[in-house]
């Protein structure tokens, strides 16, 4: 009869979160294994420059921050499985993962599952989906060299996405809902852009539909929010960054408390309403949402992982 | 059993690199078209997938069928090398 391994932790997801979490319990040698399902560094990694994680002056490309934070991990004995963790329960005293490569059982569970970017939900938006709407500049931009783009969104990363697009693109109409919630640095940015007339923004106006002929997109429709007047932007493409949804749809038969908008609830120890299941980073409900947070979160985990393993050693 | 596995990519693209690192940790070689600088290759892989995003995967069997997959999507890589 075999006997099913029992790891200290497994991790839910590879982003800063549980990257920065790995480095800390594998350096306690608290055996460590990561399931990631998409990619490995999270929307770090899919972001073209990160100007406000501390350490780094003059910024630092996600991929590279990403890439970095994953070598660490591993140089300390940290392993990732690329595979996804479809539910969590308890077993025992012990926790059972539902994954990919089969059920699995840990000591602890880590879920840093970060997020994902949300749909506009606008007609055409399903529709044109890799071929004319994208949620990834660094991935699909260089498919749009000399045409023409349409950005939706206000926030950071809207922003900074806008910014990285002009290196293809002619010309970005940016729709911004209300007013831009981006960071005063990259407004800066934004409006040297602007000025030199490669980004035109577009304040108060809504997304109402994309519109594509023969297969392709043509055009965006919005409306202007003051006036209710529509108004047509002439579009190659459309990039999409209008906030994050949780990725904690894995979770929905579980017994995880969620909170109204799908985020895990923790305690201050970053413990969830099931013993030895922790949370951090983006996925976690009061998270700030950023990478240095998530990183710290990350770490904070670890040490509790570590205190809850210990307090089970001296228990069991 | 795969003939040979062509990659189309970008400096920027995480997702590729995810591809690389999956296909790398099988033993699987694979050739790389980097669309930064191949500009001139963008339409052959949208021909090939129908959509404008990398990564594209395009594996080539033994008997010269191809399967194409869009993004990095294991659970369509992992057969389509198999």
Known sequence: MTETKVHDVIMVGAGPAALAAAVYTTREDIET??????????????????????GFPDGIEGLTLAENLRKQAERFGAVIELGEVTNIAKEGKLLKLETTSGDMLAKTVLIATGSDYKKIGVPGEQEYYARGVHYCATCDGAFYRDKRLVVVGGGNSAVQESLFLTRYATHIDLL?????????????????????????????????????????????????NASGKKIEFPADGVFVFVGLKPNTEFLKNSAIELDEIGLVKTNEDLETNITGVFAAGDVRSGSTMQIATATGEGATAALRIREYLEGHKQTS | MVKNITIFTTNTCAYCAMVKKYLGAKGLPYDVV?????????????????????????????????????????????????
Not at chain 1, 33 to 54: H, I, Q, S
């Open chain 1, 176 to 224: 911004v809902r209300s007013e831009l919630r981006a960071s005063e640095v990259l407004q800066h940015d934004l409006q040297k852009m602007v000025d030199a007339g490669k980004i035109t923004v577009h304040l108060q106006t809504a997304t109402n539909e994309i519109v594509g002929e023969d297969n392709h997109v043509v055009k965006v429709v919005g409306t202007d």
């Open chain 1, 33 to 54: 294994l990561l399931f990631e399902r998409g990619v490995v560094g999270g929307l770090a990694a899919v972001t073209d420059m990160v100007d406000n994680y501390p």
């Open chain 2, 34 to 82: 980097n669309l930064d600088e191949q500009p001139e290759r963008q339409a052959e892989a949208l021909a090939l997938s129908g959509a404008m995003t990398v990564p594209i995967t395009v594996v080539t069997k033994q008997d010269d069928t191809r399967q194409v997959v869009i993004g990095y999507n294991l659970a369509k890589l992992a057969p389509a090398v198999a």
